[in-house]
């Protein structure tokens, strides 16, 4: 139960870092949070050469409102996520994602950037950021570019962003931001990862007519992910219960669980269903 | 590396790989920061870092590099009269074996630090954190109330 040795480096700029990352030869790990890493380290699931601690780089800190876009620096920790004032008036579901996440001493550590990164396929943020739209901005040695958030996942524990790429910033579209939102999570425990985990928005006009919607799950098998027949089942509508019957019976035809310790393939299919309704009721009653 | 723990401030050489509960433990000698599942999930090893609660098995010796570390030895006033927190754990029975008792703690003063009035199932929420394979939660819980309801004494 301890990590294999490695090189360690602490880089103080981003510049900096990304050189680090780009080295031929030698896997390196960028170590955000360690909230995810430092356990598979310690069990030697991942045992990289060299470990690049980003924790004194500047450029990755920092919430801002710019334009229509809330930009958070990767390295927000969820507690920040949580309570910061900024995020909670404008984000409100990624805010109320964020508590759901582990405990306080998880919380003070893991960070945004690392849970995208991480890609858990039952974690509560990244599920968050696809009802919201964000675009995740990396950079390289290369240069920078821009992920739509629908784009970054690609399978459990897996994503588009290559091992010399650094996610340095996520931001989210203030106009998804403020719509009414529902964010339904199974876990055994509180603080325990999520089974299954549902995120939904909805924007709904003064006639109760539904104008546009997001829904996003996790924890069904595979990547998180949107499910746009579910969303187009409720937009023209005015989420009536037929129309929300529509929703859930395209989740369970989109959903493809896998059977383990903690549930069936019955069982989870049965609670992602259930979970998308109850984000629906909750995205409802909040508008 | 140098750390401040317990307002005594170090200075080591220790490899990168080292876990902060192993330097505590190991190197400065402090073994009431106790090393349960080393992934995480117990809540055993929970220290104060900066005055926030971190795992000490998720964080490596360099990291706690000019940090400030609280451990349970630092709850203590000056003639080793315990902090009121831990009289409360000993008057309600709140620990069987101790070995989740550092944890509980320091979550506990965390909360209260936070949250100096907390509803039972605030309490429990927050010791969700850390497990005891005693199950003594009840008494645990109930030392924490009454903790919280004595009020008044420095969370800091």
């Known amino acids: 139960m301890k990590p294999a040795p490695f090189h360690y480096e602490r880089p103080t700029s981003l510049a900096e870092a990304l050189d680090l990352l ?26 990289p050469d060299v470990l690049v601690d980003l924790d004194a780089v500047a450029e990755l800190r920092g919430i801002s409102r710019s334009g229509d876009q809330v930009r958070i620096g990767a390295l927000t920790r969820h507690e920040q996520t949580a309570t910061d004032a900024l995020v ?10 964020a508590v759901h996440i582990g405990h306080r001493a998880i919380r003070t550590r893991g960070t945004l950037g ?10 509560e943020l990244p599920v968050a950021s696809l009802a919201l739209g964000a675009e995740v901005d ?26 010399d790429e650094l996610i340095v910033a996520v931001r989210y579209p ?11 999570e199974l876990a055994r425990r509180h603080g325990d990862f999520a089974l299954t985990v549902a995120a939904v928005t909805l924007s709904v006009d003064g006639d109760g007519g539904c104008r546009a919607a997001t829904v996003a799950l996790g924890g069904i098998g595979g ?4 499910v746009g027949p579910a969303a187009r089942a409720l937009i023209g509508t005015r989420i009536d219960p037929a129309a929300v019957e529509l929703a859930v019976a395209s989740v369970d035809d989109a959903v493809r669980p896998v059977a383990d310790l903690h549930g069936s393939v019955a069982y989870r ?19 | 590396m140098r750390c401040t723990v317990n307002g005594t401030s170090h200075r080591l050489d220790v490899e990168p790989r080292r876990l902060a509960v192993d330097v505590l433990r190991e190197n400065l ?12 999930v117990c809540g055993a090893c929970t220290i104060l870092l900066d005055g926030e609660p971190v795992r000490s098995c998720l964080l490596f010796a360099p990291q706690l590099d000019g940090r400030d570390v609280r451990t349970v030895e630092g709850l203590a006033g000056p003639g080793d009269e315990l902090h009121p927190l831990q009289q409360s754990f000993g008057a309600h029975h709140g620990l069987q074996c101790g070995f989740c008792t550092p944890g509980m703690l320091l979550t506990a003063l965390d909360l209260l630090g936070h949250n100096p009035t907390p509803t039972r199932d605030e309490v429990r929420e927050a010791l969700s954190a850390n497990l005891c394979r005693c199950t003594g939660y009840q008494q645990i819980v109930d030392a924490v109330m009454d903790s919280s309801r004595g009020g008044a004494f420095d969370c800091t």
């Open chain 1, 223 to 226: 990547s998180p992910r949107l």
């Open chain 1, 22 to 47: 780009a080295a031929d030869g030698v896997e390196t790990k960028a170590l955000a949070g360690g909230q995810s890493l430092v356990p598979l380290m310690n069990l030697r699931l991942a045992r």
């Open chain 1, 174 to 184: 203030v106009d998804a931001g403020r719509r009414p939102f529902g964010f339904a």
């Open chain 1, 269 to 287: 299919r049965a609670m992602a269903a259930l979970l998308t309704r109850q984000a629906i009721a909750m995205a409802r009653g909040a508008r």
């Open chain 1, 88 to 97: 909670r008036e404008r984000l409100p579901l990624l805010a109320h994602a």
């Open chain 1, 138 to 163: 990396v950079a390289s040695a290369r240069g920078a570019r821009t992920i739509p958030i629908a784009e970054l996942f690609d399978g459990p524990l897996s994503t588009t962003v290559a091992d």
């Open chain 2, 29 to 40: 000698g402090l073994t009431g920061t106790h090393a349960g599942c080393e992934h995480g």
């Open chain 1, 114 to 123: 690392g849970s995208l990164a991480h890609a858990d396929p039952a974690a």
